[in-house]
C-alpha cells in the first residue's frame, strides 16, 4: 500500500525544508519515495540543490555532491558502506516531481473546449477556445489532487510525500473532494430522472447529440475522478502532516486544524506540530536534510517517517444507550461548541465549523437510511465526538418498528 504523506503549515513554518527531509528519510529507509511539490517548486528545488530538471521538464535532478565535502571522499567506496555510500543509495530511490498548475491548466481548458465543441456544434453554435475560457476557480487545485491521487494508485511508490500549499489554501484543496460529491449528489438524481424521461424522444432525433445523454457522462466521470481522489486522501496510510508555527497569530488556525480535517475524514498527524527543531541556519542541500530528518524523526519507530495505518474518522450510527432511537457519531477531536454548527437538510446532515480568520467549512453527510424516517432529539459533544440523537418519526416508520427498530441497525443498514 502507498503511503501519502501531505505536509502543510502556515506561510515560513518550513514545511518544504520538511518535506524534503522526510522523502529523504524515506528513501534512506528503502521506500521507493516520490516528492511532489504542489506548492512553490522554486522552493523546492532550491532547498534540495537541484541542478536542473529532466524528463518532461517537471522532475529535478538533485546533486548528490555537496560544496562542503571533499569530492575524492565522496568517490570513494571502500565497501562499509559509508555516508557517501548510502546517499547515493538514497537518491536513487527518490524521485523529485514538480506540479506546473499553469501547464496542467492549459491542457484541462483544451480538453474542456474539445468536450463543448461537439454539443455546440450541433446546436449551430462555435465552439469556444481554450485561451477564450480564461481561469477556472480552483481548477489548479483540482488538478493537483489528481496528480497526487494518480502518484498514490500508481504501484511505482512505496511513499508518496506532498510539498502542500500553506495551511489556509491547503485546508480549502483537501476540502474540495466532500464539497464536490455533495454537489453532485444534489445534481444526478435530477439529471438522471430527466434523461430516462426524455430518452424515447430523443432517440428518435437521429444524429444529435442528447444533451441529457452527456451531462449523465459528464456527472458520472465527475464521480469517477472524485472517489479516485477522497481514496487516495483518506485510505489508511494517508495524513495530513502539521508543520507548526512559533507566531501567536498562526495558532488559533493551528489548534483547529485537526478538527477541521477530521471533518472532512482525513488524519491529522500533529506529532510535528511543536517538535520541528528551529536550526540558526536554514537546511539546504541534501547533506544538511539528511541531518535536519534525523532529529526530526528520531523519536519514531525506526526512524521511519512515514505514518502509522489508521482508519480515518468517519461517521458510525449505533443504536442509543436507552434502546429507543439511534445515535450518530461524528468524530471531531478538539471542536469547542461555539463553533460549530449543525443544520438537517433534507437527506442530509450538515454540519459548520467556524474558526476566526477561516472560511467556514462545512461537510454534508448523507443520513443512513433508517435516520431518514427519524427526527433530531439532541446533540451533544463528548470526548471529540459529535453525537446526534435521533427518535423514530411515527408519521415514516411502519408501525411493526416503532417497538423494536434495531432490525436496521443489525441488517447493516448504514
Not at 528551529?278 to 539528511?290: D, I, N
Not at 448523507?366 to 446526534?388: E, F, K, M, Q
Request: proline share 8%; glycine share 10%; hydrophobic share 45%.
Amino acid at each position: 500500500m502507498t503511503r501519502l504523506l501531505f505536509l502543510t503549515g502556515p506561510g515560513g513554518a518550513g514545511t518544504t525544508t520538511l518535506a524534503a527531509a522526510t522523502a529523504l528519510r524515506a528513501a534512506a529507509g528503502g521506500h521507493r519515495v516520490l516528492l511532489l511539490g504542489v506548492a512553490d517548486a522554486g522552493e523546492l528545488a532550491a532547498v534540495l540543490g537541484a541542478s536542473g530538471v529532466s524528463g518532461d521538464g517537471n522532475v529535478l535532478d538533485i546533486d548528490d555532491i555537496d560544496d562542503d565535502l571533499d569530492r575524492d571522499d565522496l568517490n570513494r567506496d571502500d565497501g562499509e558502506g559509508g555516508a557517501p555510500t548510502a546517499r547515493r543509495a538514497a537518491l536513487a530511490n527518490l524521485t523529485v516531481r514538480r506540479f506546473d498548475p499553469a501547464a496542467a491548466t492549459e491542457t484541462a481548458l483544451v480538453d474542456i473546449a474539445k468536450l463543448l465543441s461537439g454539443p455546440l456544434a450541433a446546436a449551430g453554435l462555435s465552439a469556444p477556445d481554450a485561451t477564450e475560457l480564461g481561469p477556472v476557480p480552483g481548477l489548479p487545485d483540482i488538478l493537483a489532487l489528481r496528480e497526487i491521487a494518480t502518484a498514490v494508485a500508481s504501484a511505482r511508490w512505496d511513499t508518496v510525500v506532498v510539498d502542500g500549499p500553506p495551511l489556509k489554501a491547503a485546508l480549502a484543496m483537501l476540502a474540495w473532494p466532500e464539497t464536490a460529491a455533495a454537489a453532485l449528489r444534489r445534481v444526478r438524481p435530477i439529471e438522471g430522472q430527466a434523461a430516462r424521461a426524455l430518452r424515447p424522444l430523443l432517440a428518435g432525433l437521429v444524429g444529435l447529440p442528447s444533451p441529457f445523454a452527456m451531462v449523465t457522462q459528464w456527472t458520472d466521470d465527475a464521480a469517477a475522478e472524485i472517489a479516485a481522489v477522497r481514496t487516495a486522501l483518506v485510505h489508511p496510510g494517508s495524513v495530513v502532516r502539521i508543520v507548526g508555527s512559533p507566531s501567536a497569530a498562526a495558532q488559533p488556525l493551528l489548534q483547529a486544524t485537526p478538527t477541521l480535517l477530521a471533518l472532512h475524514g482525513l488524519r491529522a498527524d500533529t506529532g510535528t506540530l511543536a517538535d520541528v527543531p528551529r536550526v540558526p541556519e536554514e537546511p539546504l542541500g541534501v547533506a544538511a536534510l539528511e541531518a535536519f530528518g534525523e532529529a526530526v524523526y528520531a523519536g519514531y519507530q525506526d526512524g521511519d517517517p512515514g505514518p502509522g495505518l489508521a482508519d480515518p474518522p468517519e461517521p458510525m450510527m449505533v443504536t442509543d444507550d436507552d434502546g429507543d432511537g439511534y445515535r450518530y457519531d461524528l468524530p471531531l477531536p478538539g471542536v469547542e461548541r461555539d463553533q460549530l454548527g449543525l443544520v438537517r437538510s433534507g437527506d442530509e446532515l450538515v454540519v459548520s465549523i467556524e474558526v476566526p480568520g477561516v472560511a467556514a467549512h462545512r461537510r454534508a453527510f448523507p443520513l443512513p437510511a433508517a435516520l431518514r424516517r427519524c427526527r433530531i432529539a439532541s446533540a451533544r459533544i463528548t470526548d471529540g465526538v459529535l453525537r446526534v440523537g435521533f427518535k423514530p418519526d411515527e408519521s415514516l416508520w411502519p408501525e411493526r418498528f416503532l417497538t423494536d427498530h434495531s432490525e436496521d441497525t443489525q441488517n447493516g443498514d448504514r
